[in-house]
T-cell receptor
Framework: DGGITQSPKYLFRKEGQNVTLSCEQNLNHDAMYWYRQDPGQGLRLIYYSQIVNDFQKGDIAEGYSVSREKKESFPLTVTSAQKNPTAFYLC??????????????FGAGTRLSVL | ELKVEQNPLFLSMQEGKNYTIYCNYSTTSDRLYWYRQDPGKSLESLFVLLSNGAVKQEGRLMASLDTKARLSTLHITAAVHDLSATYFCAVDKTSGSRLTFGEGTQLTVNP
C-alpha cells in the first residue's frame, strides 16, 4: 500500500533533549513537508523540501531541524531550543510544487509531549 | 503575506439542515484546497479548485471558487452526523509555492 508513515505515534521529550520524528513515503513524491498543529488551531509550516538534499524554512522553523538525504525520508528533529514543543506534528508529501495540482497527502501524525 | 480566513470557526447544526463554510484569502491564488480532519486524526483531501467558477461536488459537500472575490465556499446539504469533523481550506499563492491553511471550521452535526 502506498502512503506516508510517521513514527512514533506518541513521543515524550525530557527537558534539554533532542528528539527525532520519522516520516517515510513510498508514493515517489518529490516534495515533503512538516507541519505543527496546536489544539484547536490550523496547521503551521515548519520546513519543506522540494527535492533531495534541499529544504526551506517555513513559518516556524526556529528550534527545529530537518534533513532530506533520501527521496523517501524527511525526518524532523525537535531540538532543545524549541521551548514549547508540545503539539501534533503532521508530515505530508506531494508529487511536486510545480505541478497544477499540488495535493498534499498526510501521515497519521506524531503527538509530542514534554515530560 | 498570504492570509487565509475561515468562518465560522465553530458550527453546530442539526441533521438534515444546510449550511455554508466560507474561506477568504488575501492575495491572488492559483489553487484552493479543502481538507477534512476527524478528531485526533490526520487530514484527508476533499477538493482541489483550480480556476474561477470551479465547482466540485462529492456526496453532500459542494465546493466552489470565486477568484475575483478571493472566496471559496463549502456547502453542506442535508447534513448527517458522519460529516462532523474539522474542515480546512488551504491556498497556494502562486504555482510552485507552499500551502497556507485557514484556521479550520469545527463542524458538529447533531441528531
Amino acid at each position: 500500500d502506498g502512503g506516508i508513515t510517521q513514527s512514533p505515534k506518541y513521543l515524550f521529550r525530557k527537558e534539554g533533549q533532542n528528539v527525532t520524528l520519522s516520516c517515510e513515503q513510498n508514493l515517489n513524491h518529490d516534495a515533503m513537508y512538516w507541519y505543527r498543529q496546536d489544539p484547536g488551531q490550523g496547521l503551521r509550516l515548519i520546513y519543506y523540501s522540494q527535492i533531495v538534499n534541499d529544504f526551506q524554512k517555513g513559518d516556524i522553523a526556529e528550534g527545529y531541524s530537518v534533513s532530506r538525504e533520501k527521496k523517501e525520508s524527511f525526518p524532523l528533529t525537535v531540538t532543545s531550543a524549541q521551548k514549547n514543543p508540545t503539539a501534533f506534528y503532521l508530515c505530508a508529501s506531494s508529487i511536486g510544487l510545480l505541478l497544477a495540482k499540488n495535493i498534499q497527502y498526510f501521515g497519521a501524525g506524531t503527538r509530542l509531549s514534554v515530560l | 503575506e498570504l492570509k487565509v480566513e475561515q468562518n465560522p470557526l465553530f458550527l453546530s447544526m442539526q441533521e438534515g439542515k444546510n449550511y455554508t463554510i466560507y474561506c477568504n484569502y488575501s492575495t491572488t491564488s492559483d489553487r484552493l484546497y479543502w481538507y477534512r480532519q476527524d478528531p485526533g486524526k490526520s487530514l484527508e483531501s476533499l477538493f482541489v479548485l483550480l480556476s474561477n467558477g470551479a465547482v466540485k461536488q462529492e456526496g453532500r459537500l459542494m465546493a466552489s471558487l470565486d477568484t475575483k472575490a478571493r472566496l471559496s465556499t463549502l456547502h453542506i446539504t442535508a447534513a448527517v452526523h458522519d460529516l462532523s469533523a474539522t474542515y480546512f481550506c488551504a491556498v497556494d499563492k502562486t504555482s510552485g509555492s507552499r500551502l497556507t491553511f485557514g484556521e479550520g471550521t469545527q463542524l458538529t452535526v447533531n441528531p
